[in-house]
Protein backbone atom coordinates (compact mmCIF):
# COMPACT_ATOMS: atom_id res chain seq x y z
CA UNK A 1 0.00 0.00 0.00
CA UNK A 2 1.46 3.34 -0.86
CA UNK A 3 2.28 5.88 1.67
CA UNK A 4 2.08 9.71 1.53
CA UNK A 5 3.61 12.11 3.65
CA UNK A 6 2.12 13.80 6.22
CA UNK A 7 1.73 17.95 5.65
CA UNK A 8 1.75 18.11 9.48
CA UNK A 9 4.34 16.27 11.22
CA UNK A 10 6.62 14.93 7.66
CA UNK A 11 6.33 11.22 8.55
CA UNK A 12 5.07 8.96 5.78
CA UNK A 13 1.72 7.41 6.52
CA UNK A 14 -0.23 4.69 4.71
CA UNK A 15 -2.57 6.54 2.25
CA UNK A 16 -5.56 4.53 3.88
CA UNK A 17 -4.69 6.13 7.29
CA UNK A 18 -3.85 9.61 6.68
CA UNK A 19 -7.63 11.31 7.91
CA UNK A 20 -6.81 9.05 11.26
CA UNK A 21 -3.47 10.05 11.02
CA UNK A 22 -4.63 13.79 11.24
CA UNK A 23 -7.69 13.24 13.66
CA UNK A 24 -5.42 11.53 16.16
CA UNK A 25 -3.38 14.66 15.89
CA UNK A 26 -0.34 12.90 13.75
CA UNK A 27 0.47 10.18 16.91
CA UNK A 28 -0.96 6.92 15.58
CA UNK A 29 -0.92 4.70 11.93
CA UNK A 30 2.54 6.18 10.84
CA UNK A 31 4.18 3.86 8.31
CA UNK A 32 7.41 1.78 9.36
CA UNK A 33 10.11 3.10 7.24
CA UNK A 34 11.06 2.13 4.23
CA UNK A 35 7.29 1.99 2.60
CA UNK A 36 6.81 3.02 -0.94
CA UNK A 37 5.80 6.35 -1.27
CA UNK A 38 3.45 7.98 -3.50
CA UNK A 39 4.99 11.23 -3.11
CA UNK A 40 8.02 12.51 -5.06
CA UNK A 41 11.36 12.00 -3.36
CA UNK A 42 12.17 15.44 -3.56
CA UNK A 43 9.20 16.15 -1.45
CA UNK A 44 10.87 17.04 1.64
CA UNK A 45 13.09 19.53 0.11
CA UNK A 46 9.77 21.24 -0.67
CA UNK A 47 9.61 24.45 1.43
CA UNK A 48 6.32 24.17 3.35
CA UNK A 49 2.96 26.62 3.10
CA UNK A 50 3.93 29.38 5.71
CA UNK A 51 0.94 28.45 7.75
CA UNK A 52 2.68 25.25 8.87
CA UNK A 53 6.48 26.80 8.33
CA UNK A 54 5.29 29.42 11.37
CA UNK A 55 3.36 27.20 13.45
CA UNK A 56 6.39 24.79 13.16
CA UNK A 57 9.40 27.48 13.83
CA UNK A 58 7.33 29.75 16.65
CA UNK A 59 4.81 27.24 18.26
CA UNK A 60 6.02 23.52 17.79
CA UNK A 61 8.58 21.58 20.27
CA UNK A 62 10.05 18.51 19.07
CA UNK A 63 10.36 15.55 21.38
CA UNK A 64 12.64 12.79 21.97
CA UNK A 65 10.73 10.31 19.77
CA UNK A 66 10.55 12.83 16.81
CA UNK A 67 6.54 13.50 17.08
CA UNK A 68 5.42 17.27 16.69
CA UNK A 69 2.95 18.18 19.87
CA UNK A 70 1.29 21.25 18.44
CA UNK A 71 -0.55 24.00 20.32
CA UNK A 72 -4.45 23.90 20.75
CA UNK A 73 -5.44 25.23 17.34
CA UNK A 74 -7.97 24.65 15.15
CA UNK A 75 -7.26 25.44 11.61
CA UNK A 76 -7.87 24.03 7.99
CA UNK A 77 -5.67 21.54 6.19
CA UNK A 78 -4.79 21.18 3.12
CA UNK A 79 -5.62 17.36 2.78
CA UNK A 80 -7.50 15.46 -0.48
CA UNK A 81 -10.85 16.93 1.35
CA UNK A 82 -10.83 20.53 0.86
CA UNK A 83 -14.24 20.32 3.03
CA UNK A 84 -12.40 18.83 6.52
CA UNK A 85 -11.02 20.64 9.30
CA UNK A 86 -9.71 19.20 12.54
CA UNK A 87 -9.02 20.09 15.79
CA UNK A 88 -5.75 19.43 17.03
CA UNK A 89 -5.77 18.28 20.56
CA UNK A 90 -4.01 20.65 23.49
CA UNK A 91 -0.65 20.25 25.33
CA UNK A 92 -2.88 20.69 28.34
CA UNK A 93 -4.65 17.79 29.55
CA UNK A 94 -6.32 20.19 32.07
CA UNK A 95 -9.16 21.58 30.19
CA UNK A 96 -10.22 18.47 28.57
CA UNK A 97 -10.51 16.88 32.27
CA UNK A 98 -11.88 19.63 33.46
CA UNK A 99 -14.81 20.04 31.61
CA UNK A 100 -16.86 17.76 33.48
CA UNK A 101 -15.96 19.18 36.67
CA UNK A 102 -17.27 22.59 35.51
CA UNK A 103 -20.51 21.29 34.56
CA UNK A 104 -20.72 19.82 38.43
CA UNK A 105 -19.67 22.63 39.62
CA UNK A 106 -22.17 24.63 38.02
CA UNK A 107 -24.97 22.12 39.49
CA UNK A 108 -27.01 23.44 42.65
CA UNK A 109 -26.39 21.64 45.62
CA UNK A 110 -29.62 19.39 45.56
CA UNK A 111 -27.77 17.48 42.49
CA UNK A 112 -24.19 17.61 43.37
CA UNK A 113 -24.83 15.44 46.28
CA UNK A 114 -27.56 13.16 45.36
CA UNK A 115 -27.26 9.65 47.25
CA UNK A 116 -24.97 7.20 45.21
CA UNK A 117 -26.54 4.13 47.11
CA UNK A 118 -29.54 2.85 48.66
CA UNK A 119 -27.97 3.05 52.07
CA UNK A 120 -27.88 6.77 51.76
CA UNK A 121 -31.25 7.47 50.79
CA UNK A 122 -33.44 9.32 53.50
CA UNK A 123 -36.94 8.55 54.07
CA UNK A 124 -39.54 6.12 52.22
CA UNK A 125 -38.75 3.27 54.79
CA UNK A 126 -42.22 2.25 53.78
CA UNK A 127 -40.49 1.37 50.06
CA UNK A 128 -36.70 0.75 50.90
CA UNK A 129 -37.20 -1.20 54.67
CA UNK A 130 -35.79 -4.62 54.62
CA UNK A 131 -38.95 -6.24 54.76
CA UNK A 132 -40.48 -3.84 52.11
CA UNK A 133 -42.18 -5.38 48.96
CA UNK A 134 -39.68 -3.26 46.75
CA UNK A 135 -36.29 -4.43 48.37
CA UNK A 136 -38.15 -8.09 47.70
CA UNK A 137 -38.57 -7.56 44.25
CA UNK A 138 -35.11 -6.13 44.18
CA UNK A 139 -33.79 -9.27 45.31
CA UNK A 140 -35.61 -11.05 42.93
CA UNK A 141 -33.89 -9.12 39.82
CA UNK A 142 -37.64 -7.87 38.85
CA UNK A 143 -39.00 -4.61 39.48
CA UNK A 144 -41.36 -4.13 36.93
CA UNK A 145 -42.75 -0.86 35.59
CA UNK A 146 -43.58 1.45 38.27
CA UNK A 147 -45.45 5.03 39.04
CA UNK A 148 -43.69 6.96 42.09
CA UNK A 149 -46.05 9.18 43.09
CA UNK A 150 -45.24 11.95 45.49
CA UNK A 151 -44.84 15.28 46.53
CA UNK A 152 -41.69 17.60 45.05
CA UNK A 153 -38.48 16.68 46.57
CA UNK A 154 -39.70 13.39 48.12
CA UNK A 155 -36.43 11.25 46.42
CA UNK A 156 -38.78 10.11 43.25
CA UNK A 157 -35.78 11.01 41.14
CA UNK A 158 -32.98 9.48 42.79
CA UNK A 159 -34.92 6.57 43.73
CA UNK A 160 -35.65 5.88 39.78
CA UNK A 161 -32.11 6.01 39.53
CA UNK A 162 -30.99 3.85 42.44
CA UNK A 163 -33.14 1.42 41.37
CA UNK A 164 -31.42 0.90 38.09
CA UNK A 165 -27.84 1.38 39.48
CA UNK A 166 -28.72 -0.98 41.75
CA UNK A 167 -30.31 -3.84 39.36
CA UNK A 168 -27.32 -2.95 36.79
CA UNK A 169 -29.65 -1.82 33.93
CA UNK A 170 -29.39 0.69 31.14
CA UNK A 171 -31.12 3.68 32.28
CA UNK A 172 -32.48 6.51 29.89
CA UNK A 173 -34.09 9.26 31.73
CA UNK A 174 -36.70 12.21 29.74
CA UNK A 175 -38.93 14.74 30.92
CA UNK A 176 -42.34 15.20 29.61
CA UNK A 177 -42.41 18.64 29.43
CA UNK A 178 -39.49 18.18 27.30
CA UNK A 179 -39.81 15.46 25.19
CA UNK A 180 -42.37 13.89 23.01
CA UNK A 181 -43.26 10.40 21.78
CA UNK A 182 -40.67 10.49 18.89
CA UNK A 183 -38.03 10.92 22.28
CA UNK A 184 -39.81 7.68 23.75
CA UNK A 185 -39.80 5.82 20.57
CA UNK A 186 -35.89 6.37 19.74
CA UNK A 187 -35.22 5.07 23.44
CA UNK A 188 -37.52 1.48 22.79
CA UNK A 189 -35.98 0.98 19.36
CA UNK A 190 -32.25 1.11 21.59
CA UNK A 191 -33.95 -0.66 24.22
CA UNK A 192 -35.02 -3.49 22.24
CA UNK A 193 -31.42 -3.66 20.23
CA UNK A 194 -29.67 -3.73 23.67
CA UNK A 195 -32.01 -6.71 24.98
CA UNK A 196 -31.10 -8.70 21.86
CA UNK A 197 -27.39 -7.90 21.56
CA UNK A 198 -26.74 -7.84 25.35
CA UNK A 199 -29.97 -8.97 27.16
CA UNK A 200 -29.62 -6.37 29.26
CA UNK A 201 -32.99 -4.30 29.93
CA UNK A 202 -33.06 -0.57 30.44
CA UNK A 203 -34.60 1.57 32.56
CA UNK A 204 -36.86 4.54 30.71
CA UNK A 205 -37.21 7.26 33.13
CA UNK A 206 -40.15 9.35 32.84
CA UNK A 207 -40.17 12.73 34.80
CA UNK A 208 -43.82 14.81 34.99
CA UNK A 209 -45.52 11.51 33.53
CA UNK A 210 -48.84 13.16 34.33
CA UNK A 211 -47.73 15.98 31.63
CA UNK A 212 -47.77 13.34 28.76
CA UNK A 213 -51.97 13.55 27.15
CA UNK A 214 -53.94 10.15 26.99
CA UNK A 215 -53.10 9.42 23.59
CA UNK A 216 -48.82 9.72 24.63
CA UNK A 217 -49.51 7.38 27.06
CA UNK A 218 -50.62 4.61 24.98
CA UNK A 219 -47.29 4.55 23.07
CA UNK A 220 -46.01 2.93 26.08
CA UNK A 221 -48.64 0.11 26.58
CA UNK A 222 -46.88 -2.54 23.87
CA UNK A 223 -43.12 -2.37 25.29
CA UNK A 224 -44.43 -2.48 28.53
CA UNK A 225 -46.31 -5.46 27.96
CA UNK A 226 -44.08 -7.29 26.00
CA UNK A 227 -41.64 -6.24 28.56
CA UNK A 228 -39.13 -4.50 26.15
CA UNK A 229 -38.71 -1.82 28.84
CA UNK A 230 -39.10 -1.18 32.30
CA UNK A 231 -40.56 2.29 32.52
CA UNK A 232 -40.85 4.46 35.94
CA UNK A 233 -43.01 7.42 35.69
CA UNK A 234 -42.65 9.98 38.24
CA UNK A 235 -45.35 12.58 38.76
CA UNK A 236 -46.97 14.96 41.52
CA UNK A 237 -50.44 14.54 40.20
CA UNK A 238 -53.11 11.79 41.35
CA UNK A 239 -52.46 9.08 39.17
CA UNK A 240 -56.03 7.90 39.00
CA UNK A 241 -57.07 11.31 37.52
CA UNK A 242 -54.22 12.25 35.62
CA UNK A 243 -52.97 8.81 33.88
CA UNK A 244 -55.23 6.48 31.68
CA UNK A 245 -56.48 3.00 33.34
CA UNK A 246 -54.65 1.01 30.54
CA UNK A 247 -51.26 2.38 31.46
CA UNK A 248 -51.94 1.83 34.97
CA UNK A 249 -52.82 -1.63 34.87
CA UNK A 250 -49.64 -2.44 33.51
CA UNK A 251 -48.05 -0.56 36.31
CA UNK A 252 -47.40 -0.95 39.99
CA UNK A 253 -48.06 2.63 41.88
CA UNK A 254 -45.65 3.21 44.47
CA UNK A 255 -47.43 6.21 47.02
CA UNK A 256 -43.43 8.50 47.98
CA UNK A 257 -44.69 10.64 51.90
CA UNK A 258 -43.53 13.63 52.05
CA UNK A 259 -40.27 13.43 54.43
CA UNK A 260 -39.96 14.00 57.79
CA UNK A 261 -37.89 16.47 59.97
CA UNK A 262 -35.91 14.51 61.11
CA UNK A 263 -35.63 12.69 57.22
CA UNK A 264 -34.58 16.31 56.72
CA UNK A 265 -32.11 17.26 59.61
CA UNK A 266 -30.18 13.73 58.33
CA UNK A 267 -30.06 15.18 55.14
CA UNK A 268 -28.89 18.51 55.96
CA UNK A 269 -25.95 16.97 58.32
CA UNK A 270 -25.32 14.70 55.12
CA UNK A 271 -24.88 17.33 53.14
CA UNK A 272 -22.74 19.84 55.32
CA UNK A 273 -20.77 16.64 56.26
CA UNK A 274 -19.70 15.83 52.43
CA UNK A 275 -18.97 20.17 52.00
CA UNK A 276 -16.88 20.28 54.74
CA UNK A 277 -15.05 17.31 53.73
CA UNK A 278 -14.39 19.45 50.72
CA UNK A 279 -12.99 22.65 52.40
CA UNK A 280 -8.89 22.53 53.59
CA UNK A 281 -9.29 22.77 57.33
CA UNK A 282 -6.24 23.98 59.28
CA UNK A 283 -4.84 21.31 62.04
CA UNK A 284 -2.65 21.89 65.18
CA UNK A 285 0.64 20.87 65.03
CA UNK A 286 0.89 18.41 67.42
CA UNK A 287 -1.95 17.01 64.75
CA UNK A 288 -0.07 17.43 61.97
CA UNK A 289 3.10 15.59 62.82
CA UNK A 290 0.29 12.61 63.76
CA UNK A 291 -1.75 12.65 60.60
CA UNK A 292 -1.59 13.40 57.33
CA UNK A 293 -4.37 16.01 56.00
CA UNK A 294 -7.84 14.77 55.57
CA UNK A 295 -10.86 16.98 54.52
CA UNK A 296 -8.92 17.95 50.80
CA UNK A 297 -10.86 15.41 48.92
CA UNK A 298 -13.14 16.29 46.40
CA UNK A 299 -16.89 16.20 47.11
CA UNK A 300 -17.44 13.44 44.60
CA UNK A 301 -15.36 11.71 46.33
CA UNK A 302 -17.55 11.69 49.54
CA UNK A 303 -20.16 9.92 47.56
CA UNK A 304 -19.29 7.08 49.83
CA UNK A 305 -21.05 8.40 52.94
CA UNK A 306 -23.43 6.07 54.33
CA UNK A 307 -27.00 7.02 56.24
CA UNK A 308 -25.54 5.63 59.60
CA UNK A 309 -21.88 7.89 59.13
CA UNK A 310 -24.24 11.21 58.71
CA UNK A 311 -26.38 10.20 61.69
CA UNK A 312 -22.88 11.07 64.04
CA UNK A 313 -22.81 14.50 63.03
CA UNK A 314 -23.11 16.66 65.69
CA UNK A 315 -25.61 19.07 64.84
CA UNK A 316 -26.97 20.89 67.63
CA UNK A 317 -24.45 19.59 70.07
CA UNK A 318 -21.25 21.34 69.87
CA UNK A 319 -22.41 24.63 68.19
CA UNK A 320 -22.31 25.75 64.47
CA UNK A 321 -19.37 24.12 61.97
CA UNK A 322 -16.39 25.35 61.68
CA UNK A 323 -15.46 27.29 59.28
CA UNK A 324 -19.16 27.94 58.70
CA UNK A 325 -19.99 29.44 61.60
CA UNK A 326 -23.34 31.15 59.90
CA UNK A 327 -24.96 27.50 60.00
CA UNK A 328 -26.11 27.59 63.51
CA UNK A 329 -28.73 25.29 65.18
CA UNK A 330 -31.21 28.19 64.51
CA UNK A 331 -30.37 28.35 61.13
CA UNK A 332 -30.46 24.81 60.78
CA UNK A 333 -34.14 24.17 62.91
CA UNK A 334 -35.07 27.12 60.58
CA UNK A 335 -34.24 25.13 57.32
CA UNK A 336 -36.15 22.28 58.41
CA UNK A 337 -39.08 23.95 59.01
CA UNK A 338 -39.58 25.78 55.82
CA UNK A 339 -38.38 23.16 53.85
CA UNK A 340 -41.67 21.50 54.71
CA UNK A 341 -40.60 17.70 53.67
CA UNK A 342 -39.41 18.92 50.86
CA UNK A 343 -35.25 17.57 50.13
CA UNK A 344 -34.58 19.66 47.42
CA UNK A 345 -35.94 23.17 49.09
CA UNK A 346 -34.07 22.16 52.19
CA UNK A 347 -30.57 21.57 50.16
CA UNK A 348 -30.75 25.03 48.09
CA UNK A 349 -31.45 27.31 51.55
CA UNK A 350 -28.39 25.14 53.06
CA UNK A 351 -26.64 26.24 49.68
CA UNK A 352 -27.52 29.94 50.11
CA UNK A 353 -26.54 30.03 54.00
CA UNK A 354 -22.99 28.53 53.37
CA UNK A 355 -22.98 31.26 50.67
CA UNK A 356 -23.42 34.22 53.08
CA UNK A 357 -21.11 35.54 54.97
CA UNK A 358 -19.74 34.11 58.02
CA UNK A 359 -20.21 36.85 60.30
CA UNK A 360 -23.70 37.89 59.37
CA UNK A 361 -26.38 38.50 61.77
CA UNK A 362 -28.24 35.36 62.20
CA UNK A 363 -31.73 37.36 62.26
CA UNK A 364 -31.30 38.93 59.67
CA UNK A 365 -30.41 35.34 57.31
CA UNK A 366 -33.55 34.04 58.87
CA UNK A 367 -35.44 36.57 57.89
CA UNK A 368 -33.53 36.00 54.25
CA UNK A 369 -34.22 32.29 54.22
CA UNK A 370 -37.93 33.14 54.95
CA UNK A 371 -38.19 35.20 52.27
CA UNK A 372 -36.73 32.72 49.92
CA UNK A 373 -39.13 30.45 50.39
CA UNK A 374 -42.74 30.59 48.74
CA UNK A 375 -45.93 28.70 49.64
CA UNK A 376 -46.32 25.32 48.17
CA UNK A 377 -49.96 25.33 47.04
CA UNK A 378 -51.30 24.25 43.43
CA UNK A 379 -55.11 26.03 42.53
CA UNK A 380 -55.63 22.93 40.35
CA UNK A 381 -53.67 20.03 42.62
CA UNK A 382 -54.89 17.63 44.96
CA UNK A 383 -53.84 20.33 48.00
CA UNK A 384 -56.65 22.84 46.60
CA UNK A 385 -58.92 20.05 47.02
CA UNK A 386 -57.98 18.67 50.34
CA UNK A 387 -58.17 21.93 51.90
CA UNK A 388 -61.71 22.87 50.61
CA UNK A 389 -62.66 19.21 52.02
CA UNK A 390 -61.55 20.11 55.45
CA UNK A 391 -63.31 23.72 55.59
CA UNK A 392 -66.17 22.01 54.31
CA UNK A 393 -65.92 19.12 57.08
CA UNK A 394 -65.09 21.52 59.70
CA UNK A 395 -68.19 23.02 59.54
CA UNK A 396 -70.20 20.12 59.15
CA UNK A 397 -68.91 18.84 62.31
CA UNK A 398 -69.26 22.33 63.93
CA UNK A 399 -65.61 22.86 64.88
CA UNK A 400 -65.22 26.53 64.22
CA UNK A 401 -61.97 26.70 64.93
CA UNK A 402 -60.95 24.32 62.51
CA UNK A 403 -63.03 25.91 59.79
CA UNK A 404 -61.44 29.21 60.38
CA UNK A 405 -58.17 27.90 60.33
CA UNK A 406 -58.55 25.89 56.82
CA UNK A 407 -60.40 28.98 55.55
CA UNK A 408 -57.34 31.46 56.64
CA UNK A 409 -54.85 28.75 55.07
CA UNK A 410 -56.69 29.43 51.62
CA UNK A 411 -56.38 32.65 51.65
CA UNK A 412 -53.31 33.31 53.03
CA UNK A 413 -51.66 30.60 49.95
CA UNK A 414 -54.07 32.92 47.28
CA UNK A 415 -56.76 31.05 47.01
CA UNK A 416 -59.72 32.35 45.05
CA UNK A 417 -62.30 33.73 47.51
CA UNK A 418 -65.19 33.22 45.39
CA UNK A 419 -64.19 29.71 44.91
CA UNK A 420 -64.38 29.27 49.27
CA UNK A 421 -67.62 31.07 48.95
CA UNK A 422 -69.34 28.91 46.26
CA UNK A 423 -68.56 25.67 48.68
CA UNK A 424 -70.10 27.85 51.46
CA UNK A 425 -73.29 28.50 49.69
CA UNK A 426 -73.29 24.64 49.19
CA UNK A 427 -72.81 23.48 52.40
CA UNK A 428 -75.34 25.94 53.67
CA UNK A 429 -78.13 23.53 51.53
CA UNK A 430 -76.58 20.57 52.47
CA UNK A 431 -75.34 20.58 56.04
CA UNK A 432 -77.53 23.04 57.95
CA UNK A 433 -80.38 22.75 55.19
CA UNK A 434 -84.04 22.90 57.18
CA UNK A 435 -82.83 23.12 60.79
CA UNK A 436 -82.16 26.64 60.10
CA UNK A 437 -83.62 28.76 56.88
CA UNK A 438 -81.40 31.77 57.21
CA UNK A 439 -78.11 29.57 55.92
CA UNK A 440 -78.66 29.72 52.20
CA UNK A 441 -79.54 33.51 52.28
CA UNK A 442 -76.73 34.61 54.03
CA UNK A 443 -73.90 32.30 51.98
CA UNK A 444 -75.22 33.90 49.40
CA UNK A 445 -74.78 37.19 50.42
CA UNK A 446 -71.20 36.24 51.00
CA UNK A 447 -71.12 35.43 47.93
CA UNK A 448 -71.95 38.33 46.70
CA UNK A 449 -70.13 40.65 48.75
CA UNK A 450 -66.81 38.38 47.18
CA UNK A 451 -67.93 39.45 43.88
CA UNK A 452 -68.64 43.34 44.27
CA UNK A 453 -65.84 43.70 47.20
CA UNK A 454 -62.88 41.38 46.86
CA UNK A 455 -59.70 40.34 48.46
CA UNK A 456 -58.43 41.51 51.35
CA UNK A 457 -61.62 42.27 52.67
CA UNK A 458 -64.12 40.07 51.58
CA UNK A 459 -62.23 37.70 54.00
CA UNK A 460 -64.35 39.38 56.64
CA UNK A 461 -67.47 38.14 55.02
CA UNK A 462 -65.93 34.91 54.68
CA UNK A 463 -64.81 34.11 58.21
CA UNK A 464 -68.78 35.83 59.13
CA UNK A 465 -70.65 33.09 57.21
CA UNK A 466 -67.99 30.15 58.19
CA UNK A 467 -68.69 30.96 61.73
CA UNK A 468 -72.08 31.21 61.16
CA UNK A 469 -72.63 27.70 59.32
CA UNK A 470 -70.06 26.45 61.58
CA UNK A 471 -72.55 27.58 64.71
CA UNK A 472 -75.95 26.58 63.10
CA UNK A 473 -77.71 23.35 63.98
CA UNK A 474 -77.36 20.55 61.40
CA UNK A 475 -79.53 18.77 59.37
CA UNK A 476 -79.17 16.89 56.16
CA UNK A 477 -83.10 16.01 55.57
CA UNK A 478 -82.94 17.23 51.98
CA UNK A 479 -79.56 16.24 50.80
CA UNK A 480 -79.99 12.81 51.98
CA UNK A 481 -83.66 12.76 50.65
CA UNK A 482 -82.81 13.75 47.00
CA UNK A 483 -80.19 10.88 47.00
CA UNK A 484 -82.84 8.29 48.07
CA UNK A 485 -85.10 9.97 45.18
CA UNK A 486 -82.38 9.81 42.45
CA UNK A 487 -81.36 6.06 42.67
CA UNK A 488 -85.28 5.17 42.80
CA UNK A 489 -85.76 7.61 39.77
CA UNK A 490 -82.69 5.60 38.02
CA UNK A 491 -84.36 2.63 38.31
CA UNK A 492 -86.85 3.03 35.14
CA UNK A 493 -86.79 6.81 33.47
CA UNK A 494 -89.45 5.99 31.38
CA UNK A 495 -92.16 5.26 34.22
CA UNK A 496 -95.13 7.29 33.64
CA UNK A 497 -96.14 10.57 35.69
CA UNK A 498 -100.09 9.62 37.31
CA UNK A 499 -103.19 10.92 35.40
CA UNK A 500 -104.50 12.66 38.22
CA UNK A 501 -100.94 15.21 38.69
CA UNK A 502 -100.95 15.59 35.02
CA UNK A 503 -100.93 18.76 33.37
CA UNK A 504 -104.17 19.34 31.42
CA UNK A 505 -104.48 22.80 29.29
CA UNK A 506 -106.24 21.49 26.41
CA UNK A 507 -110.09 19.81 26.01
CA UNK A 508 -108.35 16.94 24.16
CA UNK A 509 -106.16 16.26 27.46
CA UNK A 510 -108.59 16.59 29.53
CA UNK A 511 -110.96 14.47 27.19
CA UNK A 512 -107.98 11.81 27.53
CA UNK A 513 -108.47 11.79 31.65
CA UNK A 514 -105.48 14.27 32.20
CA UNK A 515 -105.89 15.80 35.82
CA UNK A 516 -108.89 13.40 36.10
CA UNK A 517 -109.60 13.28 39.68
CA UNK A 518 -107.08 15.80 41.11
CA UNK A 519 -108.09 17.07 44.86
CA UNK A 520 -107.36 20.42 44.64
CA UNK A 521 -105.76 20.97 48.15
CA UNK A 522 -106.99 24.78 48.82
CA UNK A 523 -110.42 24.30 48.63
CA UNK A 524 -110.82 22.00 51.24
CA UNK A 525 -110.84 22.44 54.69
CA UNK A 526 -109.23 19.37 55.55
CA UNK A 527 -106.29 17.08 53.94
CA UNK A 528 -106.98 15.10 51.10
CA UNK A 529 -105.45 12.27 49.24
CA UNK A 530 -104.09 12.61 45.88
CA UNK A 531 -101.27 9.81 43.91
CA UNK A 532 -98.31 11.68 43.23
CA UNK A 533 -96.01 8.78 42.82
CA UNK A 534 -95.95 6.65 40.72
CA UNK A 535 -97.42 3.09 41.51
CA UNK A 536 -93.84 1.19 41.53
CA UNK A 537 -93.13 3.96 44.68
CA UNK A 538 -96.37 4.42 46.18
CA UNK A 539 -95.78 4.31 50.01
CA UNK A 540 -92.22 5.29 49.59
CA UNK A 541 -90.72 7.94 52.02
CA UNK A 542 -87.84 9.78 50.32
CA UNK A 543 -88.09 12.56 52.85
CA UNK A 544 -88.26 11.69 56.62
CA UNK A 545 -89.45 12.98 58.90
CA UNK A 546 -88.39 15.04 62.11
CA UNK A 547 -86.50 13.35 63.91
CA UNK A 548 -86.80 10.11 62.22
CA UNK A 549 -83.48 8.57 63.53
CA UNK A 550 -84.03 4.92 61.60
CA UNK A 551 -81.44 5.46 59.29
CA UNK A 552 -78.33 6.63 61.58
CA UNK A 553 -75.93 4.82 63.63
CA UNK A 554 -74.98 4.76 67.12
CA UNK A 555 -71.17 3.93 67.65
CA UNK A 556 -70.47 3.74 71.60
CA UNK A 557 -66.86 3.69 70.88
CA UNK A 558 -66.53 7.05 68.85
CA UNK A 559 -69.41 9.28 70.98
CA UNK A 560 -66.93 8.31 74.30
CA UNK A 561 -64.18 9.66 72.47
CA UNK A 562 -66.15 13.17 71.28
CA UNK A 563 -66.79 13.43 75.04
CA UNK A 564 -63.50 12.91 75.90
CA UNK A 565 -61.87 15.28 73.28
CA UNK A 566 -64.43 17.69 72.52
CA UNK A 567 -67.06 17.87 75.44
CA UNK A 568 -64.57 17.94 78.28
CA UNK A 569 -65.51 14.46 79.54
CA UNK A 570 -69.01 15.17 80.39
CA UNK A 571 -71.57 13.12 79.19
CA UNK A 572 -73.52 14.19 75.75
CA UNK A 573 -76.91 15.64 76.69
CA UNK A 574 -78.91 13.65 74.21
CA UNK A 575 -77.49 10.25 75.43
CA UNK A 576 -80.40 9.80 77.39
CA UNK A 577 -83.20 10.38 74.72
CA UNK A 578 -81.14 9.06 71.71
CA UNK A 579 -80.97 5.71 73.83
CA UNK A 580 -84.63 5.65 74.40
CA UNK A 581 -85.41 6.00 70.96
CA UNK A 582 -82.87 3.02 69.94
Same mark, same amino acid.
Given at each position: MPSVSCPICLQPVLEENINKHLDSGCSIHVAPQGEPSSQPKNTASKKLAPIFSKTRDKHTNTPADGLLVLPSITQDTPTTSKKRKFEVPSLSSKRVKGTPSNFKSAMPLAERLRPQCLDQFFGQKHLIGPDSILMSMLDSGIIGSLILWGPPGCGKTTLARLLARHMDYNFRELSATSSGTNDVRAVFEEAKGTLSLTGRKTILFLDEVHRFSKAQQDVFLPCIEQGQIQMIGATTENPSFRLTGALLSRCRVLVLERLTNDDIRGIITSAVERVLASVPREKPESERAASPLVGTEPMASQDTLSQSESSQASIGCDGPFLPYTQLTDRVISSIVSLSTGDARTALSLLELVLASKPDRDEHALLASLRQSVS?????????????????????????????????????? +??? =?? !?? *? %?? &??????? $???? @?? /???????????????????????????????????????????????????????????????????????????????????????????? +??? =?? !?? *? %?? &??????? $???? @?? /????????????????????????????????
Open positions: ASYDRVGDSHYDMISALHKSIRGSHGSAAMYWLARMLT +VGE =DP !LY *I %AR &RLVVCAS $EDIG @LA /DAHALPLAMAALQACQVIGMPECRINLAHCVGYLSEAPKCTRTYEAYNRAEVAAKLDLTMPVPMAVRNAPTALMKELGYAEGYNYNPSFRHP +VHN =DY !LP *I %AF &RGDNFLK $EVGD @LS /DKDWDEQRLLRWEQEENGGRLWEGRLSAQQHR
